[in-house]
């Protein structure tokens, strides 16, 4: 379990540079989301090939149609919910995006007891509601940000469908194989719908420059292969609800280096600050309960 938190710890800080790619990468979020996959998934099947065990684990899945359909689906819910997080970014700023994110924790309170048919936790929910109430506390006072805002919630919401199904089909397969299934879903799906998006959200090319490709492939590497390898591990041992409640940590990090290398200090003000405490004071307290349960199991 020690090896599992430390995992999540480092996909924690990879993912806290997520929404800085996402805003210097001039593409709009459509774009970006399309090749971001596309360079994943072709680097995932690079090392699954190079793997001395490509042999067994990748053939093998090819011939379990089942367990690949569902795969490319919740590749599907992926890429929905990084459109709409980069979408968030780009109508706002990096710290409205990632804060919006927190509100992936609430969505999985509601979601996994249903989708896993289990009674509603209202410790899990009340830790959500402190999340919540930081996100409204900065909707409400900064009129700025609404439709940052809204895009972020929505994105929270397929960020939560993600989490909870891939938990579901990660028992049993490789986690390279996964993502390379998941990348390769999402990026069929942005394909069928592009031009259908480029036609409502047009744009002068569909190209990267010299500058976003480079930006794309390290992206890709560290913040997509690597992060997301580290976090299906984590799933198969931590439930999902610890995990996206842990993630809510992102925005901390986020904040701090969109603040030293964007300058977003000077965009945020006081109630931004506000809900950004509530939100850190939501993952304090399910850290203290999950200590505290675990320190009262030691005593039995």
Same mark, same amino acid.
């Given at each position: 379990?020690?090896?599992?938190f430390?995992?999540?710890?480092?996909?924690?800080?990879?993912?806290?540079?997520?929404?800085?790619?996402?805003k210097?990468i001039?593409?709009?979020?459509?774009?970006?989301?399309?090749?971001?996959?596309?360079?994943?998934?072709?680097v995932?099947?690079?090392?699954?090939?190079?793997?001395?065990?490509?042999?067994?684990?990748?053939?093998?899945?090819?011939?379990?149609?089942?367990?690949?359909?569902?795969?490319?689906?919740?590749?599907?819910?992926?890429?929905?919910?990084?459109v709409?997080?980069?979408?968030?970014?780009?109508?706002?700023?990096v710290?409205?995006?990632?804060?919006?994110?927190?509100l992936?924790?609430?969505?999985?309170?509601?979601?996994?007891?249903?989708?896993?048919?289990?009674?509603?936790?209202?410790? *899990?929910?009340?830790?959500?509601?402190?999340?919540?109430?930081?996100?409204?506390?900065?909707?409400?006072?900064?009129?700025?940000?609404?439709?940052?805002?809204l895009?972020?919630?929505?994105?929270?919401?397929?960020?939560?469908?993600?989490?909870?199904?891939?938990k579901?089909?990660?028992?049993?397969?490789?986690?390279?194989?996964?993502?390379?299934?998941?990348?390769?879903?999402?990026?069929?799906?942005?394909?069928?719908?592009?031009?259908?998006?480029?036609?409502?959200?047009?744009?002068?090319t569909?190209?990267?420059?010299?500058?976003?490709?480079?930006?794309?492939?390290?992206?890709?590497?560290?913040?997509?292969?690597l992060?997301?390898?580290?976090?299906?591990?984590?799933?198969?041992?931590?439930?999902?609800?610890?995990?996206?409640?842990?993630y809510?940590?992102?925005?901390?990090?986020?904040?701090?280096?969109?603040?030293?290398f964007?300058? *977003?200090?000077k *965009?945020?003000?006081?109630?931004?600050?506000?809900?950004?405490?509530?939100?850190?004071?939501?993952?304090?307290?399910?850290?203290?309960?999950?200590?505290?349960?675990?320190?009262?199991?030691?005593?039995?």
């Amino acid at each position: 379990m020690k090896q599992a938190f430390i995992k999540l710890h480092i996909s924690i800080v990879l993912a806290g540079f997520t929404g800085i790619f996402g805003k210097i990468i001039m593409l709009n979020e459509g774009l970006l989301v399309c090749y971001r996959m596309l360079i994943t998934a072709l680097v995932m099947l690079a090392i699954l090939l190079l793997r001395t065990h490509a042999h067994t684990s990748f053939p093998n899945l090819l011939r379990r149609g089942k367990t690949g359909g569902r795969l490319l689906g919740v590749g599907c819910l992926l890429a929905l919910h990084w459109v709409f997080f980069f979408g968030s970014i780009k109508s706002s700023n990096v710290s409205i995006g990632v804060i919006c994110f927190s509100l992936t924790g609430f969505f999985t309170a509601f979601l996994e007891p249903l989708m896993n048919k289990r009674k509603i936790s209202f410790k *899990e929910l009340s830790f959500s509601l402190v999340t919540l109430l930081g996100i409204l506390f900065i909707f409400h006072f900064d009129m700025r940000y609404r439709t940052g805002i809204l895009l972020g919630i929505v994105s929270s919401l397929f960020a939560a469908l993600f989490t909870i199904t891939n938990k579901q089909v990660a028992t049993g397969c490789p986690s390279g194989v996964m993502l390379l299934y998941e990348m390769t879903g999402g990026f069929l799906l942005l394909v069928l719908l592009m031009p259908f998006y480029l036609y409502f959200f047009p744009v002068a090319t569909i190209l990267p420059d010299k500058m976003d490709w480079i930006y794309l492939l390290l992206f890709s590497v560290f913040c997509t292969v690597l992060l997301y390898l580290l976090q299906i591990d984590v799933l198969k041992s931590i439930s999902a609800f610890t995990v996206n409640l842990s993630y809510n940590l992102e925005p901390v990090y986020s904040i701090l280096i969109a603040m030293l290398f964007l300058g *977003e200090a000077k *965009e945020l003000n006081f109630s931004f600050y506000i809900g950004l405490g509530l939100i850190v004071f939501s993952v304090f307290l399910q850290t203290w309960s999950v200590w505290k349960s675990k320190k009262r199991v030691s005593y039995l």
